[in-house]
């Protein structure tokens, strides 16, 4: 990923959505990349009804519209004064993965940023939240927030496999964070590492072994953060 051009904020007016609009902001700042908030509407629940009570339904759906329109106002203007930027504003009505792709593709935004609402704290997801979905499927970059931002990212712990995603992450992580500390980790486990402990005599030759392994493992870490094709930047 080249320098950031433009980033768009999910914004669903949860308890935690202050987080990502002051993150996205932030990132917008140090980035110089342009910065649209969006909200999508679902409407879905009332569509059951417009046959049964079609006059009372009649210009529900603007309303609505320009109720969270006017909120994503606020929230551009606060945003303006706190962080000296501008923020542009978008509403639309439907599925909020399928809205926020479409509006991505609109405005060419090279992040999306999203909560981690919907996200569970339980050892297993959530199937079906959006965040989930844009992680999983969307074709942008996606960045999740969970913390209320105190300030630009400044260390970045990036776990790496060697492989070519890890090479797009190394490339996005730099681009969010151009001032940041990168920080590659790759982890490896030994085959039967504790049957092989508690031989005392096997014990003696595994400790060589997990040397020379992390020894070689650093080395490629080294090496892949050097490659060409990635952000020229210091990398722990």
Known sequence: ???????????????????????????????????????AVNLSSLHSFRQLV????????????????????????????RHKIVAGVSVATGDAFTQIEICAD??????????????????FPIVGSTVARMAAASRHSVLVVKEKPSGPYRNLLLPV?????????????????????????????????????????????????LATAQRELTRRCENFSKLPEWPDKSLN
């Open 1 to 39: 990923m080249n320098a950031l051009r433009r980033v768009l904020a999910g914004i669903d007016f949860s308890a935690r959505a202050d987080r990502v609009a002051h993150r996205a902001a932030l990132i917008s700042k140090e980035t110089g990349a342009g910065l649209d908030l969006f909200h």
């Open 54 to 81: 079609p006059r009372i339904l009649e210009g529900l759906e603007q309303r609505a519209v320009n109720t969270q329109r006017e909120q994503l106002a606020t929230l551009s203007r606060e945003l303006g004064e």
């Open 106 to 123: 609109e405005v060419s935004a090279d992040l999306v940023v999203l909560g981690s609402h919907g996200i569970s704290a339980l050892p």
């Open 161 to 209: 496999d060697f492989s070519a995603q890890s090479g797009l992450a190394l490339s996005a992580a730099s681009a969010v964070a151009p001032e940041g500390n990168l920080i590659l980790m790759h982890a490896y486990g030994v085959p039967f590492e504790g049957k092989l402990r508690a031989s005392r005599d096997l014990d003696a030759i595994l400790e060589p072994f």
